[in-house]
């Protein structure tokens, strides 16, 4: 559980995304676009993502509970993805995002964070890329819930990986 009263500072986050541009990405296109939601707008970032489910006939229980999800952390930061020149530079795009948003993830546990990584609601993501600003066409690769963790989260088995070898 996140502490949904104690502030994480600008400085904290402004970190977390220096630490997330580190993040490999082909051509060098820089194509990661940040935006930090706190305070009153992380109601507005509910509003926005809520109106979309409700207008595509989305149960009305889970309309609610997305009007105030976001407000289950002090800070929510969107992640997007510029597209690229081809299909191929916007997918290169996303995976670096990707990378970058493993990256924030990292770097939130290591400073004692609690971090989790949500994706966009389905059909949502011009809303969500309009209410950050973010350039038309931009895809949202995650909306990252960060805030100070209340307990020690329970861990869990992880299946091992499937490695093939070829020789």
């Known amino acids: 559980m996140i502490d949904r009263e104690r502030d994480v500072d600008a400085a904290t986050i402004a970190k977390l995304c220096d630490v997330a541009v580190w993040a490999p990405n082909h051509k060098l296109t ?3 676009l940040f935006c930090e939601v706190r305070g009153a707008a992380r109601r507005q970032l509910g509003d926005a993502c809520a109106d979309v489910m409700a207008a595509q006939n989305e149960p009305s229980p889970r309309v609610q509970k997305t009007r105030g999800k976001f407000e289950r952390s002090p800070v929510v930061l969107v992640v997007g993805s510029e597209a690229g020149d081809t299909e191929l530079r ?3 795009n996303r995976d670096a995002v990707s990378a970058a948003v493993q990256n924030v993830l990292l770097g939130a546990t290591a400073l004692g964070l609690a971090s989790f990584w949500s994706s966009c609601p389905t059909g ?3 809303a969500v890329a ?3 600003g973010f350039p038309s066409g931009t895809t949202i690769v995650a909306m990252i819930y960060l805030g ?3 307990d020690v989260p329970k861990g869990f088995e992880r299946p091992a990986p499937r490695i093939t070898q070829r020789s």
């Open 90 to 92: 916007t997918a290169e």
């Open 124 to 126: 949502a993501n011009e």
């Open 148 to 150: 100070w963790p209340t």
């Open 130 to 132: 309009k209410f950050c």
């Open 30 to 32: 820089w194509p990661w």
